[in-house]
């Protein structure tokens, strides 16, 4: 329809017409429809009129407008969640990348997106129901310092930090049996070595830090450390995760969850959850005749993303990136920043979803991995930047063959891969 020319003329006069509305007049005319007209003016009601005839037309014209003015006054002032649901528009995080990686970097969101209907305006329509998929938030409520701390005017990225504490791969487990395991934490916890670690990473210039999956007895079990001393450690860290079981508000069934939690200058801002439960043969020296399936609950899961203006921050626990899912919402939601707490022996699909973030969002990921045997092998981490090189867009490192192991990567996402990793204290 929209190639027709008089059809373009009245869509793009609905939608100027729309645009130049307060979001404050649009709130007005939600209110109370019936003062419509007075709210946003006769001849925004005369041209929705005119155009109604050729519907979706009129609907078309006024989302437009509203994303071409309304919803931008509303979102550089929101400091609030919002839950992705079908049909709303979704703003792009954006952001200048480094004069390093200008030469050849992946695709900007708006290109990407040549062709929409919302097109060149700087959103994209949600398509995902969370009626039938994992909920998605959008998290405004750190927006400011969110991204004050992943992007600055120096057009730099920040330092990300991969942690592996020696662990000697020893796993305690609460409960296994008829195919089932649950309730997994490390043999040998040490909140010592584990401040030691993130100090290292301060130290190193990384402003965020990430654990690896089940590298905690409980998924709280650093937060008061870094409450009473947030300045000795990077301003962003994604604890790892831990197993923990808490009974449902409503008297359901009881929650069994692989939590991960994630801190803002000593504050816990958000949590994720594992929805894709971990099927292995081995837990660090224990084997089992068959794969034993993590017994978590079914409850429906919901992803929050930090959000700021230049920043979208996702985190998402190992399994969670071999679905197709779980990583297409995090695309979707716009996720530029991607940390993943992990316990995997091998590479597998991982590089894809990292990829993905680093392709269509030009983004940033980072996964750490738990040091599996007493020699700290098999050691990997894994990265991805947004140049398009594929040789340079993303690396899974196995610490250059040294014994033992190291236990702290640091990524430079201004540089391209594998040479952007250094491995402070080695």
């Known amino acids: 329809m929209s190639e027709d020319e008089r059809t373009q003329e009245e869509l793009d006069l609905i939608e100027r017409l729309a645009g130049r509305a307060s979001f404050s007049s649009w709130e007005e005319a939600v209110r109370d429809p019936s003062q419509f007209e007075a709210s946003l003016g006769g001849d925004l009601a005369a041209a929705i009129k005119r155009a109604k005839i050729r519907q979706p037309l009129d609907h078309l014209g006024v989302l437009r ?185 409503d008297r359901g069934p009881d929650i069994r969850a692989n939590e991960s939690r994630v801190y803002l200058d000593g504050e816990c801002v958000m949590a994720a959850r594992n929805h894709h439960a971990y099927k292995p043969k081995a837990l660090g020296s224990e084997t089992f005749d068959k794969p034993q399936l993590e017994d978590l609950s079914k409850e429906q899961k919901t992803i929050v993303v930090l959000s700021g203006r230049r920043t979208r921050l996702g985190v998402a626990i190992c399994a969670d990136l071999l679905e197709t899912e779980i990583p297409r919402l995090l695309v979707d939601a716009g996720v530029n920043l991607l940390l993943a707490p992990a316990m995997t022996p091998k590479v597998g699909s991982f590089n894809t979803p990292l990829t993905e973030i680093a392709g269509f969002c030009q983004g940033v990921a980072a996964v750490a991995n738990t040091r599996w045997r007493d020699d700290g092998k098999p050691f990997l981490c894994m990265f991805a930047v947004p140049l398009s090189d594929p040789g340079q867009q993303s690396a899974a490192l196995r610490g250059d063959g040294d014994n033992p192991a190291p236990e702290l990567a640091v990524l430079d996402p201004n540089q391209p891969l594998p040479d952007a990793v250094t491995w402070p204290g080695r």
């Open 65 to 249: 407008g509203l994303c071409r003015g309304p919803l931008q006054e509303f979102l550089a002032t929101t400091a609030g969640q919002i839950e992705l649901v079908k049909g709303l528009p979704v703003p792009f995080a954006t952001r200048p990348l480094p004069e390093a990686l200008d030469a050849d970097l992946t695709t900007t969101r708006d290109t990407l997106k040549d062709g929409d209907l919302l097109f060149p305006l700087p959103f994209d329509i949600y398509t995902h129901d969370p009626a039938e998929e994992l909920r998605v938030i959008l998290d405004f409520r750190h927006a400011k310092r969110l991204d004050e701390l992943t992007w600055d005017e120096k057009r730099r990225l920040p330092r990300i930090a991969t942690l592996h504490p020696t662990g000697g791969g020893e796993f305690e487990i609460d409960r296994k049996g008829h195919g089932r395991f649950f309730g997994v934490r490390p043999a040998k916890w040490d909140i010592e070595a584990i401040k030691a670690l993130l100090e290292r990473a301060k130290a190193a210039g990384a402003r965020l830090a990430v654990l690896p999956e089940l590298s905690l007895p409980e998924p709280g079990a650093l937060e008061q450390e870094l409450a009473l001393n947030p300045d000795s450690y990077p301003e962003i860290v994604v604890a790892g995760s831990a197993h923990w079981e808490v009974a449902a508000a």
